[in-house]
């Protein structure tokens, strides 16, 4: 059986499947098997610079787009923004719970300065003559889970979050998202200060059905 195999470049050349053990990649193997979430509160700095960052979400949007509609954009949140929008996460919290006091206040003043980098995956899904609107939902799926696996490639933690700020009209007008699209994810990234620690995984044999 013949294989491709893709060098640094991009260029591609025959392996068989002999050859193919040699050709599998364990770092990525490793990472894909081992990466789990560190939560957004023990995300710290450093987190990734411009450049680095550039290569995160050329990565993130690297991702099947069926009819190549790009229907998600991303917005970089960090530096002293992360503050400005805590603070309104935090009026906007109160005036719709006046009695909002000590954990669950401060909770709301750091929903944005957790972790040194926030960026906000958004969906731009929408009716299409041919393509479905949930494919292109899917996409925007993709695209979160490649940027938190492309954060930690580059030795970064990356938590997908939504939290309440995805759902509501006047954190997402703050922030700059239209009223037609969608928060796929806040994608915090930062450094970890707490080791890992896993939780329970599905168990294949309750998810899995194999045809032949
Ligand atoms: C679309 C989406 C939204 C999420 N929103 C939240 C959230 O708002 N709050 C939360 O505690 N976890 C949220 N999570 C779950 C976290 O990402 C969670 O830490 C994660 O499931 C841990 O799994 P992992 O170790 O495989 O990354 C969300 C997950 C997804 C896929």
Known sequence: MLLFEANSVGNFKTVNEQNRRRTVNEEMKALLHNRRTIPAQFLSEPGPDDRTIRSLLTIASRVPDHGKLVPWRFIVIRGEARKRFSASFCEMALKRDPSLAGEGLEKEKTRFTRAPVII??????????????????????????????????????????????????????????????KVAGFIHIGTPSVPPSDRPRPDLDEIVSWID
Request: proline share 3%; charged share 20%; net charge negative.
């Open 120 to 181: 906000a995956v958004v969906s731009r899904a929408a009716s299409h003559p041919k393509i479905p609107e949930w494919e292109q939902v899917l996409s925007a799926g993709a695209c979160c889970m490649n940027l938190v696996m492309a954060a930690h490639a580059y030795g970064f933690v990356g938590n997908w979050l939504t939290e309440w700020m995805a759902y509501d009209d006047e954190a997402l007008a703050m922030i700059g998202i239209d009223r037609e699209e």
